[in-house]
Nanobody, 115 residues
Framework: QVQLVESGGGLVQPGGSLRLSCAIS????????MAWYQQNPGKPRDLVAT???????FYADSVKGRFTISRDNARNTMDLQMNSLVPEDTASYYC?????????WGHGTQVIVSS
């Protein structure tokens, strides 16, 4: 099993930056893919970015060039650096990890972009 705990959310003005972090514990060596998702109430959970075990990354078009996903194996964390934030980035952000065909989720951290 894998346990995931997100942190770093908060209120930020448009144009500002935030760094989300996901603390990973459990069977870390078995993780093949990790991701960040965003979700607003009543809407589906949307993929933001992924990073695989080789360090390869993928970004949704809406965040490309503004967000950077990274993984620190020494600290057992996965981060999401979010720059040039816009109100449309407001959402709860969830950390996700895949182990074979099983998906693990954190409880989420809220990001509010507002002046």
């Amino acid at each position: 099993q894998v346990q995931l705990v997100e942190s770093g959310g908060g209120l930020v003005q448009p144009g500002g930056s935030l760094r989300l972090s996901c603390a990973i514990s459990g069977n870390i060596a078995s993780i093949t893919l990790m991701a960040w998702y965003q979700q607003n109430p009543g809407k589906p959970r949307d993929l933001v970015a992924t990073i695989n075990s080789a360090g390869g990354t993928f970004y949704a078009d809406s965040v490309k060039g503004r967000f950077t996903i990274s993984r620190d194996n020494a600290r057992n964390t996965m981060d999401l650096q979010m720059n040039s934030l816009v109100p449309e980035d407001t959402a709860s952000y969830y950390c996700n990890a895949y182990v074979k065909n099983l998906a693990y989720w954190g409880h989420g951290t809220q990001v509010i972009v507002s002046s």
